[in-house]
């Protein structure tokens, strides 16, 4: 048995109700090999025994009252999972789905994925089961005030700063950020992706979106090619997909279909964004509000349909696993030439070897969503320094640093002799720097 076989067997032995944890390890771990073998040290030191143990997690109730009276209790959580290279970051996922198994599995791709931005962050991620749909203003605020009430204790400008995730956006963050506030006393960038009112970055709210088209758009035009004319499908409707959406459209892509929870749109004309916006952003209702509003326009229920639809780039950009094997081999058969990943592991294992297999050039999440907790890291640099940047200035940075993820993990791909592979060569890359890290902090 190698070294990692050793360590995947004794991760699901310890943590057997965490697939999705077993999984986003799988993924990571059984690239390493190489790296391991240049390295005897790293066994020695039982490096991946600490790499994929988190530094601290932390659960705890979140008890609040909603608009009938009613007391209702939820789960909180927040990993701390490493800090070699720079204090805990990674967002809040506030949906009903939330258990310790995705906040890992979150957590532990954040520290790769934070390392591969290149600036001083590490790894975490917390949450809770609360469902933010439905719920009234002052149900959010409530339950975002009991949330904070708690974790200001752990978290810290210098310590741990958290984010948005699924389910929490620029109003979740506002709440949390005030009750942080008035606990602490204290006006710092202990959360990120806030108010421009309040110490928040100009293109923060798009820069996922608009890094994971940046990504592709270098993995295209190193291939002679570019986004104009393509056909492209997102799914989600949510930060990551509107903003990939309303990039690839402005380099000339069509955009054809976009989902939600509960089914999609396709629209052969192209996707309309002003009206998705104004019925998710403004509105926060359903996409299949879309039809009544777009002729030509048709609505399935069901979210796995989407993939059927035609492509040459697919852009993944709602939640884990949403693209399965069979979902992959559509895909292919269809003629689909790109997938990028906007959201945290949106490919199953069985999808990602379908896409490789059909060379297919896959771009994997914790490198083609980097630009949202890159942007973040921006966004801390401006609030420690007490100044803003402009848009344009951002937005630079921001192309700047998705740029260099492309060639630093093409160039980790065929360093260790996987050329074009990037799944191996984000993981390397990204593994390298906290390895090194960790290493030269001794044992802690
Ligand atoms: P949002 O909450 O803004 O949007 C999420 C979108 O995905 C919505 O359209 C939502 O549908 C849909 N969705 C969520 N869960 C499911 C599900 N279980 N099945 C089907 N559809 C679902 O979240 P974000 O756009 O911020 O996040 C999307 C993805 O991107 C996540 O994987 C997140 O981890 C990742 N990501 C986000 C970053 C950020 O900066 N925000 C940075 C990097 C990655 P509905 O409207 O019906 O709820
Ligand atoms: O998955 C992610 O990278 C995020 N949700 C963004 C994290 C952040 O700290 O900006």
Not at 390 to 414: P, Q, T
């Amino acid at each position: 048995m190698t070294y990692v076989e050793k360590v995947l067997k004794n991760l699901k032995e310890q943590n057997p109700d965490e697939p999705e944890f077993y999984q986003a390890a799988t993924e990571i771990l059984t690239t390493l090999e190489p790296v391991l073998e240049k390295h005897p040290e790293y066994e020695n030191q039982s490096l991946l025994e600490r790499f994929v143990e988190p530094e601290r997690v932390i659960m705890f109730r979140v008890p609040w009252v909603d608009d009938k009276g009613k007391v209702r209790v939820n789960k909180g959580y927040r990993v701390q999972f490493n800090s070699a290279i720079g204090p805990y970051k990674g967002g809040l996922r506030f949906h009903p789905s939330v258990n310790l198994s995705i906040i890992k599995f979150l957590g532990l791709e954040q520290i790769l994925k934070n390392s591969l931005t290149g600036l001083p962050i590490g790894g975490g991620k917390g949450g809770s089961n609360f469902d933010p749909k439905g719920k009234s203003d002052r149900e959010i605020m409530a339950f975002c005030q009991s949330f904070m009430t708690e974790l200001f204790r752990h978290i810290g400008a210098d310590t741990d700063v958290p984010a948005g995730d699924i389910g929490v956006g620029a109003r979740e963050i506002g709440y949390l950020f005030g009750q942080y506030k008035r606990i602490r006393d204290e006006h710092v960038g202990v959360l990120t992706g806030r108010g421009l009112s309040y110490g928040g970055s100009l293109a923060r709210k798009e820069a996922t979106g608009f890094g994971l088209v940046y990504i592709t758009e270098e993995a295209l035009k190193t291939r002679g090619d570019s986004f104009n004319g393509k056909t492209v499908v997102i799914s989600g409707s949510g930060n990551v997909a509107i903003y990939a959406c309303q990039k690839a459209q402005s380099l000339g892509a069509k955009v054809v279909a976009m989902y939600d929870s509960n089914g999609y749109v396709y629209d052969p004309d192209g996707i309309k964004l002003d009206i998705i916006k104004d019925i998710k952003e403004v509105k926060r209702g359903r996409i299949k509000e879309y039809v009544d509003r777009v002729k030509g326009a048709t609505y399935t229920e069901g979210c796995s349909g989407i993939w059927t639809v035609p492509c040459d780039i697919a852009l993944p950009c709602a939640t884990q696993n949403e693209i399965d094997e069979k979902s992959a081999e559509i895909l292919v058969k269809n003629g689909v030439k790109y997938v990028a990943e906007g959201a945290n592991m949106p490919s199953t294992l069985e999808a990602i070897k379908v896409f490789q297999d059909s060379g297919v050039v896959f771009l994997p999440a914790k490198a083609a969503n980097a630009g949202g907790v890159a942007t973040s890291a921006l966004e801390m640099a401006q609030s420690s320094g007490r100044l803003f940047w402009s848009f344009e200035e951002v937005d630079a940075k921001l192309k700047n640093i998705m740029i260099n993820i492309y060639h630093n993990i093409e160039m980790a791909a065929k360093n260790y002799g996987y050329d074009g592979n990037y799944v191996m060569g984000a993981n390397i890359a990204g593994f390298i720097k906290v390895a090194d890290a960790m290493m030269a902090h001794g044992i802690v």
